[in-house]
């Protein structure tokens, strides 16, 4: 008898040391859920497939990229890159810490600062003051105003023309003719009718298509719990982790604040939309014990009869995560969107246009894009009911190992 209890025991012992590596597995599988790994939108702060638009003095952590075009009222500044299909404007001393690439024309306001190249499919014009760290390159023209620094090489399809005390640091080509004013500086070589060639317009693809691929994946993911759209949101909310819906819309009241609770370990917040998503003006998002590895995507599906699926945040609006919507974003003033961690967090428009109000902020300082991961399979949800069977199944076996 006792031998027979001692081999029940180990293979007891034996059973919860599987079933340990199994729930080890699957816990590891679901904390890394995410929507976008693999996908040209993995490096994407923010991408529209109309424009964008920044309102004065906001800021965006990450890289920006527009099938349209990309402009930046004054002061506003991108931590990143900016991409966009036709034009790029930068109001008075707005500033870029990467680099611009645009299919059509690039427009630098007066004393706007870019600390990577710039790279225009046809004409690139620069106010006074301007400074642009590496290389300045334009399908066709070139213009700059007095005093520009230009740290890299420049080289224009057809004509260059360079204002007064500029500082040209590198090798100036142009297709054509060069106009030089007094007190230019040029460290380089400068050359007309120059034999360079141009390299072809950037072109940024249009990711309706692929947006709504990953929208449709994340709703077959299931309804998980209803969040009854006249009663959600209009007093203070708590929500756990998982999967959550609405048949309507999902709105958060002015001034009232939603806290997703992560209990200290990785988890998945997915909020499945049908009509629009509304952070009413003061309202927040705000989280409590959620781990880095975590994540929170608003799909705003847009799939109800007449639905367009927007997202506003009213002035002074706190969201985090990312949005992910069919129609446009759209925020007040004093408006932010933020990640977890050090995570940029961010916003996707499959078909609209976004747009951000004065003094609103995208990701924090040096926050990080592309740590996003793949969307499972719908299956993958059950890993949720894996993960607390493993549990019950593992406090019973212990309880038998111990009697």
Partial sequence: ?????????????????????????????????????????????????????????????????????????????????????????????????????????????ASSTVQDYVQAGTTATLGADVTVEGELVAGTTVTTGATAVIGGDILAGTTLTVGADSILRGDVDAGTTTTIAAGVQIDGVLTANSLKTVPPAPVVQNQEELITSIQSNLKSLGTGTELVSTTFGTNDETLEAGIYSTVN???????????????????????????????????????????????????????????????QLGAGAEARGYIIAKGFVQTGANALIAGI????????????????????????????????????????????????????????LKGNVQN
């Fill in 1 to 109: 008898m006792v031998s027979n209890l001692k081999y029940i025991n180990q293979v007891l012992l034996i059973s919860i040391f599987t079933l340990l590596a199994t729930c080890t597995f699957f816990s590891n599988v679901q904390a890394s859920f995410q929507p976008l790994l693999g996908t040209d939108l993995n490096n994407q702060s923010l991408y529209a497939s109309g424009y964008i638009t920044m309102g004065a003095r906001t800021t965006v952590g990450g890289n920006v990229q527009s099938a349209t075009a990309v402009t930046l009222a004054a002061d506003a500044i991108v931590g990143g890159n900016i991409e966009a299909g036709t034009a790029v404007t930068l109001g008075v001393a707005a500033g870029v810490d990467g680099n611009i690439q645009a299919g059509s024309t690039v427009t630098l306001g």
């Fill in 249 to 311: 819309y999902l709105t958060i009241a002015i001034g009232k604040t939603l806290t997703l609770d992560g209990k200290g370990v990785d988890g998945t917040w997915v909020f499945n939309i049908a009509n629009y998503l509304s952070f009413a003006a003061d309202s927040k998002v705000i989280l409590k014990n959620v781990t880095n590895n975590s994540s929170i995507i608003w799909n705003v599906l847009g799939d109800k009869t007449g639905a367009t699926g927007y997202t």
């Fill in 341 to 396: 961690g050090n995570d940029c967090g961010g916003a996707y428009s499959a078909t609209g246009y976004i747009e951000f109000g004065a003094d609103s902020v995208i990701g924090v300082d040096n926050c990080t894009n592309g740590t996003v991961t793949e969307v499972p399979e719908p299956a993958s949800i059950w890993l949720l009911f894996v993960g607390f069977f493993c549990l019950i199944v593992i406090s019973r």
